[in-house]
């Protein structure tokens, strides 16, 4: 059977991984059908509770939502919401949100609802926001996306069985384009790839789930309806992996692994599988292939450190985009959330700037405060990024010992042989 401890932490980095994957469709979401449901009001009628920390800290949030900016109130309202939102101030973001008008536009109106429960959530308000994701019309382009996010209150509260359900009922949108007479516009396209997009993270969470529980028919079920072209097919392949290898069958894990290993070389599932393909090996009493993938082993991990080094260099002297691509690879939360923060004040500055010459009188002496504070930030993300680079890198050598002994152990078995320079087995036939 497989190792409970190899087991473990596979669970545990696919959960670190699924805590940093934000919440779909906060961007750019728009609607077809009308939603006339408006806002509804917290249900228990008193004060939100305290909002978890994040976001600007109160530093800017009253000067930016008190500037008087013309136009439509409710998409100003909208606009200063989300904003807020992408800063991850979300106590204030939802009383934007709460200010807009239910005769607002339906696609304002619909992506307000599903933002707002996001908030809650966030919050830890689970009953609140279950309401007003429920208040999603399914109608809606963002009904999937109100689902997950029910989807995600549901395990927080505990309710797996509701949870499943929900995103089982998101799987049924993977592909699921409307029907055109004509040809599809540029937004509708994107709407039709996002929600397919949300559907196959959907499969990979359900397999996930049953896969913890020892459902393993089940979980192959779901991480196979991931198609090869998705964002998230790398994790399926690793999921996979673990299916099978929990039912013995382990040929087909190295298949699987194999193939995440060298289509996907720099998916932190990739490092983490690394180790798990040798293992395979070794219950299927290959031990001279063990051996074999030992040594491929150790040269990854020799790369990919060096390849650490030359980015620890590029965070210290790279712009914020260099930086946010490093550690979407090498993914750290608290750097991540510093990476949003910045990009959530760059917005502001941004909309700000476009509002020019009408700006209101107090713009500019926020944008320049946003760009101090964006520049400690940054400072901020620097050290962290290293560290948690550093961090990477004596991970990797751990791990590399634990490689060399296995190797060792596997070359023992095999009854005889030599390891050459390049770390590959020979034979000694």
């Known amino acids: ?116 429960a996001n908030c809650l959530l966030k919050a830890g308000n689970y009953d609140d926001a279950a309401l007003l994701a429920q208040s999603v019309s399914n109608k809606s382009w963002t009904y999937p996306f109100a689902l997950y996010t029910r989807a995600m209150i549901s395990l927080k509260k505990g309710d797996e069985k509701d949870a499943i359900g929900h995103l089982e009922e998101v799987t049924k949108y993977a592909g699921a384009g409307l029907s055109f007479l004509r040809k599809q516009t540029a937004e509708e396209e994107a709407r039709q790839r996002q929600t397919s997009a949300l559907a196959h993270r959907a499969s990979l969470t359900l397999g996930f789930i049953y896969l913890e529980n020892g459902e393993n028919n089940e979980a192959i079920k779901y991480l196979l309806a991931i198609p090869k072209e998705s964002q998230y097919y790398a994790n399926a392949l690793f999921g996979l992996g673990w299916a099978y290898a929990r039912m013995d069958r382990w040929v087909r894990s190295v298949v699987l692994w194999e193939t995440l290993f060298s289509s996907y070389p720099e998916n932190p599932y990739s490092i983490e599988v690394a180790p798990y393909i040798g293992y395979a090996y070794t219950q299927l009493n290959a031990h001279g292939k063990a051996v074999e993938q030992n040594g491929i082993a150790l040269r990854y991990y020799k790369d990919i450190s060096e390849k650490i080094s030359v980015l620890k260099n590029e965070v210290l002297h790279g712009d914020i985009d260099k930086i946010f691509s490093i550690i979407n690879i090498y993914r750290d939360n608290e750097v991540y959330t510093g990476l949003k923060l910045y990009k959530g004040l760059l917005q502001m500055e941004e909309y700000l700037g476009r509002l020019s010459p009408d700006s209101p009188p107090d713009s500019e002496s926020l944008i320049r405060n946003s760009k101090k504070r964006r520049a400690v930030i940054l400072d901020d993300i620097n050290v962290k990024a290293v560290a948690h680079l550093e961090k990477l890198q004596r991970q990797l050598l751990e791990t590399s010992i634990d490689t060399s002994l296995r190797m060792s152990q596997n070359l023992r078995l095999e009854g005889g042989g030599q390891i050459s320079s390049d770390m590959t087995f020979i034979d000694h036939d």
């Open 1 to 116: 059977m497989v190792s409970k401890k190899l087991l473990l932490a596979a669970i545990i980095l696919f959960i670190n991984l699924l805590s940093t994957i934000a919440y779909a469709g906060q961007n750019n979401l728009s609607v077809e059908e009308n939603l006339l449901n408006p806002l509804p009001s917290t249900s228990s009628g008193q004060a939100l509770p305290p909002f978890s920390k994040g976001g600007m800290g109160g530093l800017f949030s009253s000067q930016f939502l008190a500037l008087p900016i013309e136009g439509d109130p409710d998409r100003v309202w909208f606009d200063k919401a989300k904003i807020l939102y992408s800063q991850m101030d979300y106590k204030n973001a939802y009383d934007a949100f709460s200010k807009i008008g239910k005769n607002a536009p339906p696609d304002i109106l619909a992506e307000s609802l599903y933002l707002s």
